[in-house]
């Protein structure tokens, strides 16, 4: 019996190299689709990249997916890639709409269109649900983005559901709250703490300037996520799912763990600066993944500290090993 073929948008991202190794060791073909740039950063995958196949193709390009489709006919199709910073949305309104809400209409089209019996998982977002109606929030409660990103996330979710019903295609959504890794980019705030706290530690830098320390968010680690993505595209029907901790923990309590586990007080070294305020802010997430539990038997298993304390031990490694190459 052949391997079966996956197809995953954004495979260089943190999400996208998760589910790589997690589909290597179901004995999957991995397919991983990069743009052509300069700037392309192969990190996150470089220690699986001679296990996968990369190709180019672009979100914006309707003509290079298409190509794709037609010559690796995947059986499995993960649409992780996205403008995926939400402080960016703000200053790249539009580029975000064109990837994060478009390129998936572009997507599904190429899969309707050459290969309808491919199954399709749709990254959606907690940030979908913004100035929440709800608490917690589940797969019934209303939509209200905060951000031009949450607002192109949730076309690319109803864009799923249509062509679903529609087309009726194996479509489904994973509406994720965030959720964390060593791997995360530097530019989100938990990375952005736990790197800022091993620096510190190591006397290479004093200070951290953050944002609104009451935002609070249910934070889960990114190896846990991939699994329920892939149990989604297992299911004998095709439906939306919260994947979720269910815990909420505010940026305070993330400077709190990231700081003592290096032995220091994140009060010495943490400044508020009012430029990381977003011009509308989402204030309280946290999922109910109920429905993904009972359906899928999914459940997440690294908890809030243990998380937290992973990434910055993890960064205290590769800071430490820089230090010893320079030297």
């Known amino acids: 019996?052949?391997?079966?073929?996956?197809?995953?948008?954004?495979?260089t991202g943190q999400d996208g190299s998760y589910l790589a190794e997690f589909l290597l060791s179901k004995g999957y073909r991995v397919v991983g689709m990069v743009r052509r740039s300069s700037t392309t950063n192969f990190d996150r995958i470089h220690h699986i990249q001679d296990a996968i196949e990369i190709v180019a193709g672009d979100l914006l390009d309707q003509s290079s997916l298409m190509d794709i489709m037609r010559e690796y006919q995947p059986d499995e199709v993960y649409n992780l890639a996205a403008q995926s910073f939400v402080q960016a949305s703000f200053s790249q309104p539009v580029l975000t709409g064109e990837f994060t809400a478009l390129g998936v209409t572009?997507?599904?089209?190429a899969i309707?269109?050459?290969?309808?019996?491919?199954?399709?998982?749709?990254?959606?977002?907690s940030e979908m649900f913004g100035k929440v109606a709800e608490v917690p929030q589940r797969e019934t409660t209303p939509f209200h983005p905060r951000s031009p990103y949450g607002v192109a996330k949730v076309y690319g979710h109803w864009i799923t559901v249509n062509y679903r019903e529609s087309y009726n295609l194996f479509a489904c959504s994973g509406i994720l709250f965030n959720h964390e890794?060593?791997?995360r980019g530097l530019e989100f705030v938990t990375r952005k703490v736990t790197h800022a706290a091993a620096r510190i530690s190591?006397?290479?830098q004093d200070k951290v300037k953050l944002g609104n320390l009451d935002a609070r968010r249910d934070w889960g680690y990114a190896g846990d996520y991939v699994r329920g993505m892939w149990l989604m595209?297992?299911?004998?029907?095709?439906?939306d799912y919260v994947l979720a901790t269910g815990e909420t923990h505010s940026v305070r309590e993330l400077c709190e763990v990231a700081f003592a586990r290096v032995g220091l007080d994140w009060q010495q070294h943490v400044e508020i600066d009012p430029r990381f305020y977003r011009p509308a802010e989402v204030d309280l997430l946290?999922?109910?993944?109920?429905k993904a539990r009972q359906r899928l038997g999914w459940a997440p298993e690294v908890r809030f500290k243990q998380l937290i304390e992973m990434m910055v031990d993890a960064?205290?490694?590769n800071l430490k090993r820089e230090h010893a190459t320079r030297a």
């Open 181 to 183: 890794s060593k791997r």
């Open 233 to 239: 595209l297992q299911q004998d029907q095709p439906d």
């Open 286 to 290: 946290i999922g109910d993944a109920g």
């Open 106 to 109: 572009r997507v599904l089209e």
């Open 112 to 125: 309707r269109l050459i290969k309808p019996d491919a199954r399709f998982y749709q990254a959606s977002s």
């Open 315 to 317: 960064d205290l490694e």
């Open 1 to 11: 019996m052949s391997k079966p073929t996956a197809l995953i948008t954004g495979i």
């Open 202 to 204: 190591l006397g290479l």
